[in-house]
Structures are given as C-alpha cells and as structure tokens.
C-alpha cells in the first residue's frame, strides 16, 4: 500500500502513537473511579471468563448444537430480545475490576467459577430461545407461558412448587416464562446429565424433557437468527466508574421500612445488666459478612441491597445502645430470621413491618 503524504512537507506522515492504555494494577481505587468505562481497554481474550465461556461452548457442541453465542463486554450480564449474544460484565476481564466490584458491591456477580457457569449456562439458554426463535412455538408457550408477558416489579416465588427447576437462587425460574425456559435448558445443560433423577416425580420433569426433545430437533440445524449486534459494547459506555456505581447503588439500595425498635430490643438489650457485654452494633459488624451472605443465598437478592439493611440495623443499635443479651449463636440466628423477613417483605413490595 502506497504510503500517504504530508502535502505540506512532501514526506511520509509519522505513524500516529498509540494511545497508552493504563496499567490498572497500579491505579487506586480512586483513580478508577475516574476512568471512563470506554477508556479501560480491557478485553476477553486471555481472560479467565473466556475459558469459562469456551467450556459452555463445548457443553452445547456436546449436545449437538452447533452454536456459539458471540460476547462482548459491557456494563452488566444481559442478553439482549433479538440478538442472540451475550454481554459480560467489564469487571470480569481483569483482577483488579473485580476486586473494586467487590469493594464497591460487596461481590463481583461471576467472579467464582461455579456461579459464573450457572450464569452463561443460563444466558446461553437465552441466546437458543432467540436464535431458533422458539418462544415462538406454540407448545413453547403451552409448557413455558407467553414470552411477551411483562416482567414484573417483584414476584412472589413459592419455594414449595414443584412446577419449576431450581438453578440460581431465589426460585428465578418463577419470575417470567423467559426465565423458566433459561432456567430449565441451564438445568438440563449441566454436565453429568442427573436432571432425570433429580427431578423425579416433580411436574418440572415434564419441561426438561421439552427441552430434551427440542435441542434434539434444532441439533445440526443452522439458526434463522444470526445477529452479532453488540449492544452497549464497552467501547460506547462513557461514563466514568464512580457514576456507574452511583447508579448501582440507587438500583440495589433499599427503599426499606424502618426497622421498629421493638424488633431489636428483642434481639439486643440496654439493660445495664449486659454494660459489660458485646455491644449489638459490633457484634453484627463482626457477623455481617456471614449474614449477609446467608440471606442473599436463601432471598436471591443482590449482598449490596442487604448491606444497606444490615447498615441501618448497625446505626440504630447504637443509638439504642443496644449489648448482647442472649448467647451469641442465639442472637446471630435471630438477626439472620428478622434482615431474611424483611427481604422477603422486600421482594413482595409489601413494605409490611416484621416483629420478632
């Protein structure tokens, strides 16, 4: 190729530089904050996520799917209605973003393995619904429901049903038909191929085995939609970081009723009988990362959004001056109960009180 010309000066231009990308290991986290999401010039190859997400590629190629969703990264987990293609969150291309998601969040949604497949097992489920345009079929919508249903504000799961598999927590198969198809293929995907066991007896066995026949028949078939759309690539976020976890925050912050004084003081004391005892507030600062972790396993619910619950607990407790008054086992099992409740009036959008 011939080389272009500076007019002015009748010679060869200089190659423009490259512009140098930061080293992210070296920044603090608040000189992060002030990146640009577009300027952090991350990428999925050589990542960890990219081998997980070629070991879900060789779970569906297993199967007999010849499909591989395109990825991208972007600002969160979604797969877009029309683009058979995932998008990942930025953080998961680089150590140190997801040790600021942490930070930030108090977890990094796909960091550990094992979720992380549930996750693109769940997403790729989706990428097949678009892709073969299954929502489509009627027997689809006789099994599943109607995809075009809207999705609620909340839902109020049943942990007793046995009409929908259990994948990710918080009975997500529950919330929209989309997500029971996600959930059920995620299911039916997994490795070692137990679903026929384990869901012996159940009505759910009855949408595995649809799943069954249906990837059987679109196996060796070419899909009718083949997008490689990429929707907000990373490259087009302009925001910086900290406006990003701004966001965040108000979507997982809680709009939770106060929490009644009566329910603490059924946990905690300011008898002074107990002055020389473990104040409240320290003792759930010490258990906080267990709680935390105990009810966002059992409500689904994100660890940011019961952060800011256990905040307010800790924040009122001293201003009640509230101390241990029961053993501490006791006083962990009730505070786990009285924050799980309050979740679950949460998820319902009750916004009922809970008394001990």
Not at 22 to 27: C, E, F, I, N
Not at 93 to 103: D, G
Not at 119 to 126: S, T
Request: proline fraction near 6%; aromatic fraction near 10%; glycine fraction near 6%.
């Amino acid at each position: 190729m011939a080389k272009r010309l500076d007019r002015r000066r009748g010679r060869p231009r200089p190659p423009k530089r490259a512009r140098k990308r930061p080293r992210l290991g070296a920044l603090t986290d608040e000189q992060l904050l002030e990146m640009r999401l577009c300027d952090l010039g991350v990428t999925l190859e050589g990542t960890e996520i990219m081998r997980r997400i070629k070991r879900v590629y060789r779970e569906v190629a297993a199967r007999g799917i010849d499909f591989r969703p395109h990825i991208w990264l972007s600002s969160e987990w979604f797969s877009p209605d029309g683009v058979p293609g995932i998008a990942v969150p930025f953080y998961l291309a680089h150590e140190r973003l997801i040790r600021l998601e942490q930070k930030m969040m108090h977890f990094a949604e796909g960091a550990a393995e094992r979720l992380c497949l549930k996750i693109l097992r769940h997403e790729v489920a989706h990428t097949i619904c678009t892709a073969w345009r299954l929502h489509y079929r009627k027997q689809w919508r006789q099994v599943f429901g109607r995809f075009s249903a809207p999705y609620p504000d909340s839902y109020r799961p049943r942990p007793s049903s046995r009409d929908y598999v259990h994948h990710f927590d918080g009975w997500y198969a529950q919330a929209h038909p989309a997500e029971d198809f996600a959930e059920t293929f995620a299911v039916w995907l997994r490795p070692r191929n137990v679903w026929r066991r384990q869901y012996h007896g159940w009505p759910a066995l009855r949408k595995l085995e649809y799943v069954d026949a249906l990837m059987q028949e679109i196996a060796g078939t070419r899909p009718p939609v083949r997008s490689h759309q990429e929707i907000e690539p990373l490259s087009s976020l302009r925001t910086t970081l900290r406006q990003h976890y701004r966001v965040r925050h108000r979507r997982y912050g809680s709009d939770w009723p106060d929490f009644f004084d009566g329910d603490l003081r059924k946990i905690f004391s300011e008898d002074d009988r107990f002055s020389q005892r473990e104040t409240a507030a320290a003792f759930l600062r010490r258990t906080r990362p267990a709680i935390r972790e105990a009810v966002s396993h059992w409500t689904g619910q994100h660890p940011y959004t019961i952060d800011q619950v256990l905040r307010d607990m800790i924040d009122r407790c001293k201003e009640l001056n509230l101390r241990l008054a029961t053993p501490q086992r006791d006083a962990k099992m009730q505070a786990t109960l009285m924050l799980t409740v309050q979740t679950m009036n949460y998820i319902h959008g009750r916004g009922l009180g809970f008394a001990l």
